[in-house]
């Protein structure tokens, strides 16, 4: 019988309360492999617990100790689980038996789902659930957060490390309320202080951040070229410099132009432009004194 991967990283999961990484598990195959097998599972050195001694031992107050009349039998080896055990479980084997854990789950009854977090794998329970495990631990609703706080952050998870500043000229108005209710939620954190006059603070997202939106990483947020580095920087440099877009560069019509139509560029179209002379000649009048040119006969 084969060795049940799947089967060991589900007592894993069911038996931690915290999130179990990837490296976790493959220093957990790690260490059982350290672990002396005939010892039962304890470490190289180490005695097991007394199970009897034999005949003419002394018992730690000197006294004999007479052998019991029957030594507890070894329970039986589970084949599948420390029979033929891997020396290294690679990140794909753990990702796909992870996948296969999770699908099995979500096919089952619906208590459990297994996600992967910032910090790795964990079992949590639907969110229809949400209100008995809240009486469970006598903790409050969750409080929703306002739009103006989620403006705030996702300019600094799109932008980070940003200072306040920044975030007030890209959003227009003060950003203050919304930065201390994420503190206090610990959706940010002070990352540390700018290379700027003042030392303004730097803030960034935390993992807190990734478990609120459902991400594992920075990477796996929406693509925005809206919030780029490049168009934020392209704002704050004209913010904080004072000057105002044109039109031409918003990409509207200029104020005091006249829009020509289609019949009005036909039309100019199919007039013949004044011979050159005659353009200079209207352009650059002549000065009192010049020659005039020669009259037109009649």
Known sequence: MAFNLKKVLKALLFSSSQPLSINEIQETFTRFHEQDPLLGGLPAGEAKPDQGTESGAVSPVGAPVEP?????????????????????????QIREAMDEIALELRAADGLFFLTETAQGYRLVTPPRFARWVRTLRNEPPPVKLSQSALETLAVIAYRQPVTRAEIEHIRGVSAEAGINRLLERELIYIVGRADLPGRPIQYGSTES?????????????PASDVLSHRQIDQWLQTAMGGSQLSDREMGLPEEGTEQMTLDDAARAASVSPPPPEVLAAVETPAAPGDPQPPAAAD
Do not use: I, M
């Open 68 to 92: 019991p009349a029957e030594l507890p039998l070894e329970p039986p080896v589970d084949e599948e689980l420390y029979r033929d055990v891997p020396a290294l479980v690679t990140t794909a």
């Open 209 to 221: 951040f990734l478990e609120f939106v459902g991400a594992r990483s920075l990477d796996e947020l």
